[in-house]
Nanobody
């Protein structure tokens, strides 16, 4: 069993900042990558940012320069610092982790957090 527990969502005004956290626990042999997605009502879930165990980072173009993803490998935790947020970025933000659950399992599996609401409104 693997669990991803997110925290840090909330309500804020346009231009504000927020930091999301996500901690993975359970049956984990290794974590290949962790990331953040978001989904607004009626829209698809989009990748916002991701970081691999080797430190390779990818961002959605619209958040480059404003969002920063970081990872604490020792504690299986990923963070997303979001700055200068815009109303259009109101969404449920989901943490994801690509995990190899055991030494005998060559494949990785994607796990999801429960989601945390971020609302940007004046």
């Amino acid at each position: 069993q693997v669990q991803l527990v997110e925290s840090g969502g909330g309500l804020l005004q346009p231009g504000g900042s927020l930091r999301l956290s996500c901690a993975a626990s359970g049956s984990i042999f290794s974590i290949v990558a962790m990331g953040w997605y978001r989904q607004a009502p009626g829209k698809q879930r989009d990748l916002v940012a991701a970081v691999t165990s080797g430190g390779t980072i990818d961002y959605l173009d619209s958040v480059k320069g404003r969002f920063i993803i970081s990872r604490d490998n020792a504690n299986n935790t990923v963070y997303l610092q979001m700055n200068n947020l815009e109303p259009e970025e109101t969404a449920v933000y989901y943490c994801s982790a690509d995990i190899r659950p055991g030494r005998l399992f060559p494949s990785t599996y994607r796990y999801w957090g429960q989601g945390t609401q971020v609302t940007v409104s004046s």
